[in-house]
C-alpha cells in the first residue's frame, strides 16, 4: 500500500513520494534512475514520468522549521500559571515577533527554490534560537518586574536578535525584486523602536516593542505591492535616464562592488532589475500547515511534561485524555478539513496577506489552548485558575472565529448552519469563562472537545455533499497538501 493513498492529506507523506531516501516506503513515484548530481527527483520530473511535479518542503526548510519547537515552547512561559492583563499583551508581542521572523525566511525559501542559500537559512535559525532562548528572560523581566542583570540582558537578546534578524532577512532578494504578497519582509522602518529599546527599562521597552510591531502591522494593512512596483519602476527609470544623460557628457566613473568587480553606475542599473518576487502558494500552503504542527506537537509536550510532575490519578489520566483528542480535533479541523492550517479555509479563497494574518492568529491560539491544557492536567479534578479558564475560553473563541471567517469566505453564508456555530464556539466558550470558576478544567476542555467533534462531523458530511455534486471525471476538492 502506497502511503500517500492511506494518508493522502498529510504534508510529510507528500514529501516523502518526493524526496525519501529510503526505497522501503513504497513511494512508488521515486525512481532508481541516477538523477544529475545536486538535482532534486522533483525538479527533474517529466509528464510522462508518472512522478510527482509539486514542489515540496525541502530538508533545509524543513531543519529550519525545528528552531519553531523552540520558540512554540519558550512562549509557553509567558501564560503559565496565574497571570495578569499585561501577559496577553506580551505573548502576542513575542509571539508576533518571533512569526514574522520565522515567515520572512520562509519566503525566503519559497521564493528562492533550487537556488536557496543553506547558510542564509542557518543564520536566520540561530537569531531565532536567541529569540527562543530569551524568552524566559524577558518574562521575568516584563511581567515579573525582576531588576537583575540576566533578566535584562535576555530582554536585550531578544531585541537585539530581532533586529538582526529582521535585518538580514529583508536582504534576501536581489535589488529591484520585491516581496509585493509580504511587502513588509523588505521593509525595516518598524526595527527602529527595537534599537532605541535597548536603553530603555521596564514596562517602556515593552511599550517600544508595541510600536515596532505596529508600524510593521500598519505596513502590511496600507502598503499596496502593486503601486510600490510601479514606484520602484518609475525610479528605476528615471535613474536610467539620468545615467544616460551622464554616459553622454563622458565616461562613466567606475566603482568597485563588495567582490573587487569595476563597475559603472550603468552595470548596476542592468544588474537591478525591477520586479515582483513570485511566491508559490502551494508550497507556502505546506510550510504554513507545517508550523501549526510543530505548534500542535508541542502541545502534546507541554501535557506530557506536566505529568511528569504531578501524582498518577484518575483525574490525571482524564485530563490528559481529553487533552489529546482536543489536539487531535484541531490537528483534523486545520490541516485535514483547512488549508494553510486554517480551519475551513479553501485554496484561492483568500489573498496572501489576510491568510498570513489568518494563519498568525491559528497558530497563537493554538499555543496558548495547549498552555491551558497543561494547566488542566496539573490540577487534574479541580477547577482551573480564573487566568487559565479565561486563556482556554478565549483561544476557542478566537480559534472558532477565524473558521468563522473563512468558511464565509469560502462560500458558507447560510445562517441555519452559521448560528449553531456562533453559539457552541464563541457564545458560550465567553459565558464559562465568566462563571465556570468552580467547574472543573477538565470539564470545560471536554465542552470544548465536544464542540470540535460536532465541527468535524458538520465538515465531513459538507465534503460528501460537494463530492455527490460534482461531475463525472472531474476531481473532488481534497484537503491540505
Not at 513504497?26 to 527527483?41: H, I, K, L, Y
Not at 510600490?228 to 557628457?249: C, G, I, K, P
Not at 471567517?405 to 466558550?429: E, Y
Amino acid at each position: 500500500m502506497d502511503l500517500h493513498d492511506s494518508f493522502p492529506n498529510f504534508p510529510y507523506v507528500a514529501h516523502l513520494r518526493t524526496h525519501s531516501p529510503i526505497r522501503g516506503l513504497a513511494c512508488t513515484d521515486v525512481t532508481d534512475e541516477p538523477q544529475p548530481s545536486g538535482s532534486d527527483p522533483a525538479d527533474s520530473a517529466s509528464p510522462d514520468s508518472g512522478m510527482l511535479t509539486e514542489r515540496h518542503a525541502s530538508w533545509a526548510e524543513l531543519f529550519f522549521d525545528l528552531v519553531a519547537v523552540a520558540g512554540v515552547a519558550g512562549l509557553a512561559h509567558v501564560l503559565a500559571g496565574e497571570f495578569g492583563p499585561l501577559a496577553p499583551a506580551l505573548y502576542v508581542a513575542l509571539f508576533l515577533a518571533f512569526w514574522m521572523t520565522w515567515l520572512i525566511f520562509t519566503l525566503y525559501g519559497n521564493s528562492a527554490g533550487s537556488e536557496l542559500r543553506l547558510v542564509r537559512l542557518l543564520i536566520g535559525m540561530f537569531g531565532l534560537g536567541v529569540m527562543a532562548a530569551a524568552i524566559p528572560g524577558v518574562t521575568e523581566a516584563v511581567l515579573h518586574h525582576e531588576t537583575t542583570d540576566g533578566a535584562w540582558l535576555a530582554a536585550n537578546a531578544f531585541a537585539l536578535a530581532y533586529v538582526i534578524a529582521r535585518w538580514f532577512g529583508a536582504q534576501s532578494w536581489r535589488g529591484g525584486q520585491l516581496v509585493t504578497d509580504f511587502p513588509i519582509a523588505q521593509q525595516t522602518l518598524g526595527i527602529l523602536p527595537w534599537v532605541v529599546s535597548l536603553w530603555v527599562d521596564g514596562e517602556a521597552k515593552l511599550a517600544l516593542w508595541g510600536l515596532g510591531l505596529a508600524i510593521d502591522v500598519g505596513g502590511l494593512i496600507i502598503i499596496n505591492g502593486s503601486r510600490m512596483l510601479a514606484s520602484y519602476q518609475r525610479r528605476a527609470d528615471e535613474m536610467r535616464r539620468r545615467v544616460d544623460r551622464s554616459a553622454q557628457q563622458g565616461p562613466l566613473p567606475v566603482h568597485h562592488d563588495r567582490r573587487g568587480n569595476r563597475r559603472t553606475a550603468l552595470d548596476r542599473l542592468e544588474a537591478m532589475r525591477v520586479g515582483s518576487v513570485r511566491l508559490d502558494p502551494e508550497h507556502l500552503a505546506e510550510r504554513l500547515g507545517l508550523f501549526v504542527i510543530i505548534v500542535l506537537g508541542e502541545g502534546i509536550i507541554q501535557m506530557v511534561r506536566t505529568s511528569w510532575e504531578v501524582p498518577w490519578d484518575r483525574g490525571l489520566l482524564g485530563a490528559g485524555l481529553v487533552g489529546f483528542l482536543l489536539l487531535v480535533g484541531l490537528f483534523t479541523l486545520s490541516l485535514l478539513y483547512g488549508h494553510a492550517g486554517i480551519p475551513y479555509l479553501r485554496p484561492g479563497v483568500l489573498g496572501i496577506r489576510v491568510t498570513l494574518a489568518l494563519h498568525f492568529v491559528v497558530a497563537g491560539s493554538i499555543a496558548a489552548l495547549a498552555t491551558a491544557l497543561a494547566e488542566t492536567i496539573e490540577v487534574a479534578g479541580q477547577p482551573l485558575p480564573t487566568a487559565q479558564r479565561w486563556l482556554m475560553c478565549a483561544a476557542v473563541m478566537i480559534y472558532f472565529g477565524v473558521g468563522l471567517i473563512a468558511a464565509v469566505a469560502g462560500g458558507n453564508r447560510r445562517r441555519r448552519s452559521l448560528v449553531p456555530w456562533v453559539i457552541a464556539g464563541i457564545v458560550l466558550p465567553a459565558i464559562i469563562g465568566a462563571t465556570a470558576d468552580q467547574t472543573r478544567g477538565t470539564t470545560v476542555a471536554w465542552y470544548v472537545a465536544a464542540v470540535l467533534l460536532w465541527h468535524i462531523l458538520a465538515a465531513r458530511r459538507r465534503r460528501r455533499g460537494d463530492r455527490t455534486d460534482i461531475p463525472d471525471g472531474v476531481s473532488p476538492p481534497t484537503a491540505e497538501k
